[in-house]
C-alpha cells in the first residue's frame, strides 16, 4: 500500500487538466493529547451539563468525533502501552497498573519508528508505566515525572536530572509542549503529550506507589478552583448496585468492597456513587487541559502550520459515576470505562465537523500516526489506520473487537476475580469473566445502551451468545499473536 503523502501524491497526478506535477505535500506535524481518565461525555460537545470547553469543542468542530471509539483494555497503564505500540496487552505484556519500569524500556512504540522516518519526537506528561520517569527510546525530548507525579510543584525528569518546579503540573506540561512546537526546526515533529489531568492525587510512598487509605483528591488550578460550585452532573439511567442476577461477579466484588474488615483496612475511598463534588471538581480540573488546548492553537496559529499539523484527543481510560454501583473505578467492560473521546484534526483529511459511527480503538492510533506520517506499519502492530475512515471509506472496517483486563491485587484487591474478555461485535456485547464460569453477561446495545438486561440466559439468544463466544476466541488468539491480523 502506497503511504498517505504519496497517495495525495498520486491522486493530484491523475487529474485530466494538464498541470505541471506537483511537489509531493509535506508531511504533517503530529500532536497526540492523552487525558488521564476522561469519560466519552466528559466535555461541552460531548454532552456535558456545564462544563465550559471552547478548545476541546473547537477540535470537534473543526476535526471527525468519533462516535464509537473504544480502549482496548480500560485502564492506565496497558492501555497507554497500546496507545503508543498500536499492540493489545496480551501482546506488548504491560497487564496491569503495578510498576514495569523495567519492561516499559523494551517497548516497540511508535515514536522510535516516526525517528527512524525523520521526525523529532517528544513525549511530554505521565508515562505511568513503572515509576521510573528516565527517557524511553524513541523520544528526543523527555519530560515526565515518577508515577503518578504530583499536581502542584511537581518533580519533572527533564535535561537529565529529576528536580522539582514550582507551579500547577498541567500549565508546566503545556509550557514545555509549547516550547517544543516552535523551537525552529528543518523536519516534522511528533508530540506525545499525556497530562497528568483529570487523575485524582493521593499519598506517595518512597517507593513510587500510592497510599488510597488517606483518600483521593482532585485538585483544579486555583483560579478554576470554585467554578462549578453548586452545579449537577446528569447521572446515566444505571447508577445504584447492579441486579445480582443480572451481574453476580460485579455484585459480589461490590459486596467485598464495603465488608468491615474491607473498610478497616482501606477506608470508605471508593467515594460511593462518586460525590457531585468529585465530578465537579474534575470539571475544574479539566479547564486547564482545555486553556491549555487553547494555547497549543495559538502557538500553531503563529507558526502558520496549523493546517499542516495532525491533532489527536483522547484519554487513556472511562470512569464510573456510580453506574452499576461503581465509582473512583474504571477497568470494568461497560461503556463508560471502555468508550474512549477520540477527536481528529487535520484539514487535508477529515471533514470538519464530520462524525464517524464505525469502530476506532486505542491501539489505532500508532498506525494512524505512521500513515499520516508516510512511515511504514511495521507487522508487530495490531491496530489499524483510521485514515480510511478520515477519508470516509469504511468498505472492509472491522465490525467486531476485543477488550480484556487482567486484574491484580494492588491496590484494589476486591477486585481481584475479575479479569475478562469481552467481545464486542455490532450492537452486541459478551462478557467473559475469566474465574466466573456460567457468568457471563451478554448485552444488545442498540436496545439495551445501559447495559442493564444480561440476556446470556435467554434461549433465542443461545445461538447469538456460542458466534460471540467462537469470535472472542478468534480476536483473543490474534491479541496474544497466535492468529493473523485482520488490516
Known sequence: MLSLPSRLLSLATLGIVAAPVAAQPPRPDLIVIVVDDLRFDEYHAAGHPYVATPNIDRLAAEGVTFDAAYNVTPLCSPNRASILTGQYPSRHGILDNVARSLQSHRLQTYPQELQRAGYETAMIGKWHMGNDPTPRPGFDYWVSFPGQGKTF???????????????????LLTDRAIGFIE????????????????????????????????????????????????????????????????????????????????????GRILDPGTSEESIRRRAEMLLSVDEGLGRIFEALERSGRLDRTAIVFTSDNGYFFGEHGLSIERRLPYEEAARAPLLIRYPPLARPGSRVAD?????????????????????WIQGRSLVPLLERRTDGWRSSFLIEYASHENPMPWLLDLSYRAVRSGPYKLVHWLHHDGEDELYDLDADPLELANLIGDPSRAELAGRLRQELGRLVLEAMGLGPVRR
Do not use: C, W
Request: cysteine-free; aromatic content about 8%; proline content about 9%.
Open 153 to 171: 510543584d511537581p518533580d519533572l525528569f527533564e535535561n537529565g536530572a529529576l528536580h522539582r518546579v514550582q507551579g500547577y503540573v498541567t500549565d
Open 183 to 266: 523551537r525552529q526546526r528543518d523536519r516534522p515533529y511528533a508530540l506525545y503529550l499525556a497530562h497528568k489531568a483529570i487523575h485524582p492525587d493521593a499519598r506517595q510512598l518512597d517507593d513510587g506507589s500510592i497510599d488510597l487509605s488517606v483518600g483521593m483528591r482532585y485538585l483544579p488550578a486555583p483560579r478554576h478552583q470554585g467554578r462549578y460550585e453548586g452545579r449537577v452532573f446528569a447521572r446515566r439511567g444505571n447508577v445504584g448496585l447492579p441486579d445480582r442476577a443480572a451481574k453476580p461477579a460485579v455484585r459480589r466484588a461490590l459486596d467485598d468492597k464495603s465488608a468491615p474488615e474491607t473498610e478497616r483496612e482501606f
Open 359 to 379: 469502530f476506532a480503538l486505542s491501539i489505532d492510533l500508532a498506525p494512524t500516526a505512521l500513515e499520516l506520517a508516510g512511515a511504514p506499519i511495521p507487522r
